[in-house]
């Protein structure tokens, strides 16, 4: 397990930085609705009159006077996106990273196998994801038991169940990715997280494009969904676990053979 040691101190800083970042935003999310929760009737009014806007974030759905309504709305956008961000920046450059801090032949000249660097490579991204979720769930039931409300726990578990998903999901289509790089990961990371969430945007505005929903991960992380109907979407989840497998599939497909300088 030593390149799985190595690839944690290696990210520890960006892990920190990200759960830090999400979970202090989710955390004064929490707490300005306790500020906000006597003015909520208004907002909601409000929000649920915006047309094509209140479509696109799911608040024609939702009831964003409540707790649920609203961590589902606004919570779950902030950790939805920035989940997404972090799985994927951290997926792109796990196996390109060698070649672009010339550390590879370093790497390479150890007695284990490609096979293995792959594997252990990929327990080291998906611990981080499990970590960064747990810390970041812990964080927002402090916060709701701190302001006195009530805990959806059905519904809150769905919800980070499904932003967890996601990111695997990501991560394993990304990770698929990184194998074929050299040197660039950072902008390829950023650009599958915000397209895959413009997608899901796009399909929540038109109908006609509503199948966008089975090619990104943020389909099936519709909090007006999972609140309202009390379950996840299985199919879109599946859909997405063979997109996670083919980009794993593909990263010990081509990393194996490929050429490292």
């Known amino acids: 397990m030593t390149i799985v040691k190595q690839e944690l101190k290696r ?24 500020e906000m929760k006597g003015e909520m009737e208004e907002i909601s009014d409000t929000f649920s009159s915006m047309g094509s806007f209140t479509a696109a974030f799911g608040m024609d759905k939702l ?15 902030v950790l939805g996106l920035g989940g997404a961000m972090f799985a994927a920046l951290t997926a792109a450059g796990m196996l390109c990273k060698e070649e672009k801090e010339k550390t590879a032949e ?13 594997t252990e490579k990929l327990c080291g991204l998906l611990f981080q994801v499990v970590a960064l979720n747990l810390v970041i769930y812990l964080l927002v039931i402090g916060s709701m038991t701190a302001i006195g409300e009530d805990i959806p726990w059905k519904e809150l578990n769905l919800l980070h169940l499904a932003y967890f998903l996601l990111q695997v999901e990501l991560s394993g289509i990304c990770f698929g990715i990184s194998a074929f790089l050299r040197k660039g990961s950072i902008g390829i990371g950023l650009g599958i997280a915000g397209i895959m969430y413009l997608l899901n945007i796009i399909a929540n505005i038109a109908e006609s494009v ?23 979407d299985g199919g879109k989840i599946a859909v997405g676990m063979v997109f996670c497998i083919i980009g794993i599939a593909a990263a010990y497909g081509n990393y194996e053979k490929k050429d490292i300088q």
Do not use: Q
Request: charged share 10%; glycine share 12%; aromatic share 16%.
């Open 11 to 34: 990210g520890r800083l960006a892990f920190l930085i990200w759960t830090g970042a999400i979970g202090f935003m989710l955390a004064v999310c929490v707490f300005l609705y306790l």
């Open 210 to 232: 509503d199948f966008l929903k089975n090619i990104t991960p943020f389909g099936y992380c519709d909090g007006a969904a999972i609140v309202t109907d009390g379950t996840l």
């Open 106 to 118: 370093f790497l390479l000249t150890h007695p284990v196998s490609r096979r293995r660097i792959i």
């Open 63 to 77: 009831n964003f006077g409540t707790l649920l309504g609203y961590y589902a709305i606004e919570c779950g956008n």
